[in-house]
């Protein structure tokens, strides 16, 4: 698991986020 992938640990806090989001839309 690389570490440094999507820049800063927020950024890629945020995205997972969204994923999360998108995937609720789907599953909704």
Do not use: I, S, V
């Not at 698991?1 to 909704?28: I, S, V």
Request: glycine content about 4%; cysteine-free.
């Amino acid at each position: 698991m690389p570490t440094h992938r999507t820049g800063t640990r927020q950024e890629w806090l945020a995205a997972r986020l969204d994923l999360l989001k998108a995937e609720k839309e789907l599953t909704r």
